[in-house]
Every structure is written in structure tokens, then in C-alpha cells.
Antibody
């Protein structure tokens, strides 16, 4: 059974970089037709897709966050990563890593991590 | 960006009753609509894709319908484990993929 687990600092200072790791177990990050993504949920608000990365290195982004976000993959570790720069209090959220299954039209989120609450605070 | 709107925000239902959840898209998403279930402290779970196809292992009491801009998730006979928050998501026009605000199904 595929499992995803978010890892990283739970408190980040304003203007600094938020870095998260997703540890994938029970399946290969190099398998097709899967992408590996990030979704967040600020307290009391809805879900927001941040973007995703393919094992070969290509990425897709939410246009609203594109200028601040970078994704990467380490196939040898079966991990993938997100970095978000210049964070503010508005970036405080539960961050989920997800597996995105490619369909004819778009992508579904068929596996999710438990989520990691990241708080931006000085 | 396609805006997804779910109603009601909260649905109070007794076990054994039928629950009907709605999702509306700001423009047509054809049948490219998924539903997810989220219980506190757990990872969200994919229930339905392509508007009406149940994901692997999802009980038959969950059904989806609709196309274009109007969609419905029906839980035919609510079980205790079904009390959760349910989200719809469109994957027709992206980026970005977008979600509804969720419907909380609570015990009446």
C-alpha cells in the first residue's frame, strides 16, 4: 500500500523559505502515469493545489504561487520536495503531499499524506 | 480559474438516512469531477472520479452524478464512519486544479 509522509520544520519565520519533504513508501516515485504534488489548507479555509512534479523533472504550478515555489525529486531516496520562498502569515496551513494520477483530462489525487501544519511566525 | 461551490456547508443527518451533497462549477467541467472524503486526523480519500465512477474499494452506498456545472454526491444510507468533510474537485481546466469549500456531514 502506497504511503506518503510529510516531513520538515513546522515553524518558519516570515520572509524565510518553507521546505518540505514527502517520503514515499510502498511504491516507486518513478512510476508512470503519476505526478507528485502538494496541496495546502489554511486554517478554516479550503484546499488549494500548489503544484506538482514528474519524476523526470518537469513541474506544473498554481499560477498564484508559481513565482515562489520550486519542486524537485530524489529518485534514489524515493522522496520529493517543495520549497516556498518569502513566506508570510498567509502561508500558514496544513500542507499535504499527494500522488496525482494522470487521466485523459487532468489529474486526480489518489493518495494523500496525513498533512503537516506549518506555521509562519516570528 | 474555475470556482467550485459546494452546498450546504453543513449537513446534519441521522445514521441510515440518505445524504445528498451538491457541487457547482463556475463553468462547464464536463464530467471531469472528483469527490474526496476527509476525516479528522486522517489523509483525505478519493471516493469518486469522472463524476460517477467509484474509486477502488469505495462502498456502493456512495454514488456520484451530474455533468457540466452541476454535480451531486449521494450517500444512500449513512454509516457512522461516513461522518466527515466532503470536497469536490475539477480537473477539466487547469492549472490550477480547484476544490470546493467542502460539506461537513455531521450527526443529527
Amino acid at each position: 500500500q502506497l504511503q506518503l509522509q510529510e516531513s520538515g520544520p513546522r515553524v518558519v519565520k516570515p520572509s524565510e523559505t518553507l521546505s518540505l519533504t514527502c517520503i514515499v513508501s510502498g511504491g516507486s516515485i518513478s512510476s508512470s502515469p503519476y505526478y507528485w504534488g502538494w496541496i495546502r489548507q489554511p486554517p478554516g479555509k479550503g484546499l488549494e493545489w500548489i503544484g506538482s512534479v514528474y519524476y523526470a523533472g518537469s513541474s506544473d504550478y498554481n499560477p498564484s504561487l508559481m513565482s515562489r515555489v520550486t519542486f524537485s525529486v530524489d529518485r534514489s531516496k524515493n522522496h520529493f520536495y517543495m520549497e516556498m520562498t518569502s513566506v508570510t502569515a498567509a502561508d500558514t496551513a496544513v500542507y499535504y503531499c499527494v500522488r496525482e494520477k494522470k487521466t485523459v483530462s487532468g489529474r486526480l489525487f489518489d493518495y494523500w499524506g496525513q498533512g503537516a501544519l506549518v506555521t509562519v511566525s516570528s | 480559474e474555475i470556482v467550485m461551490t459546494q452546498s450546504p456547508a453543513t449537513l446534519s443527518v441521522s445514521p441510515g438516512e440518505r445524504a445528498t451533497l451538491s457541487c457547482r462549477a463556475s463553468q462547464s467541467v464536463s464530467s471531469n469531477l472528483a469527490w474526496y472524503q476527509h476525516k479528522p486526523g486522517q489523509a483525505p480519500r478519493l471516493l469518486i472520479f469522472r463524476a460517477s465512477t467509484r474509486a477502488t474499494g469505495i462502498p456502493v452506498r456512495f454514488s456520484g452524478s451530474g455533468s457540466g456545472t452541476e454535480f451531486t454526491l449521494t450517500i444512500s444510507s449513512l454509516q457512522s464512519e461516513d461522518f466527515a468533510v466532503y470536497y469536490c474537485q475539477q480537473y477539466d481546466s487547469w492549472p490550477p486544479f480547484t476544490f470546493g469549500g467542502g460539506t461537513r456531514v455531521e450527526f443529527k
